[in-house]
């Protein structure tokens, strides 16, 4: 297993505390108003559950992006190609576990100007 890393984001940062060629551990800090790029993964297969905040969670269901927002304690799935976004409706951090693919993200919309 590697260090632990902290990597910078617009939207906020990402501590990376786990990570092997199985799997990824990841805390998520989306700052209050910021959100993560509307996106999919090809292989990426990740459950995010939040620890703290409140977000606004997007993902396609049948063709329409349909939000709800989720609390502390709150879990969900993202199988690939599902496409989801995460908008921090309060400071929010997130644990995120992921298949290791980190570059995997495809970005449909992006408010700070990042392709994929």
Known sequence: ?????????????????????????????????????????????EVIHVWSGKILFEMDVNGKLEGREMLPGESVHVTPPTIHRMTAIEESDILEASTPELDDVVRLEDRYGRKT
């Open 1 to 45: 297993m590697s260090d632990v890393t902290r990597v910078e984001k617009p939207w906020g940062y990402e501590i990376h505390w786990a990570k092997t060629d199985r799997y990824v551990g990841k805390v998520i800090h989306i700052n209050k108003g910021h959100a993560l790029s509307l996106q999919y993964h090809n292989q990426k297969d």
